[in-house]
């Protein structure tokens, strides 16, 4: 099966593009709720150094950690996967 190829924790041209998207919508809406990374980090229960990743595209958050983003955000899920 396809999917039972290891991936050497490489990350394909489609999920670098799909990673970068999320992270810069991430970004906008943080700023847009005028929330530095460590006040956002602190309302999500994670560390500013993830949020940075993510936001830089370098991380791929659980969808636990996703629920907890979109909660301290205050926005609908489909405000952080536009463009997905």
Do not use: W
């Not at 936001?55 to 405000?79: H, I, S």
């Amino acid at each position: 099966m396809a999917n039972d190829k290891k991936h050497n924790g490489k990350v394909d041209k489609a999920q670098f593009k799909t990673l970068r998207i999320l992270g810069r919508n991430l970004n906008l809406l943080r700023r847009g709720r005028r929330l530095s990374q460590d006040q956002l980090a602190v309302k999500a229960n994670v560390t500013k150094r993830y949020i940075q990743m993510i936001e830089a595209g370098q991380k791929c958050p659980t969808l636990f950690t996703m629920a907890r983003l979109r909660v301290a955000l205050a926005c609908r899920y489909d405000e952080l996967f536009q463009g997905i």
